[in-house]
Nanobody, 120 residues
Framework: QVQLVESGGGLVQPGGSLRLSCAAS????????MGWYRQAPGKQRELVGA???????NYEDSVKGRFTISRDNGKKTVYLQMSSLTPEDTAVYYC??????????????WGQGTQVTVSS
């Protein structure tokens, strides 16, 4: 019943900015950590950053200082604000969340992905 839906991807020029959103819906007891991953052509999926239920963040080194993760627990939404984008940021970006549907059942959910292309 739980779904994660990403939005906000698109084409942006180098140096530009973009904000991604990921909203959770369905039968949710609680949401733990939420994160963003990305997968570029020919590469493995990698962690971009994550945010705990209390708002503590961590980032992959290459995006530190450029990307910011935030969340709105009332909206069950996590955001990825991306700035100073480079072509190396081009990838499909996926939202991930650890969600309890009951107090005793916890699962990891993934969104469908949204394409981010950084090109001049």
């Amino acid at each position: 019943q739980v779904q994660l839906v990403e939005s906000g991807g698109g084409l942006v020029q180098p140096g530009g900015s973009l904000r991604l959103s990921c909203a959770a819906s369905g039968s949710i007891f609680s949401i733990g950590d939420m994160g963003w991953y990305r997968q570029a052509p020919g590469k493995q999926r990698e962690l971009v950053g994550a945010i705990s239920s209390g708002g503590i963040t961590n980032y992959e080194d290459s995006v530190k200082g450029r990307f910011t993760i935030s969340r709105d627990n009332g909206k069950k939404t996590v955001y990825l604000q991306m700035s100073s984008l480079t072509p190396e940021d081009t990838a499909v970006y996926y939202c991930r969340a650890t969600i309890k549907t009951t107090p005793w059942r916890q699962d990891v959910y993934w969104g469908q992905g949204t394409q981010v292309t950084v090109s001049s």
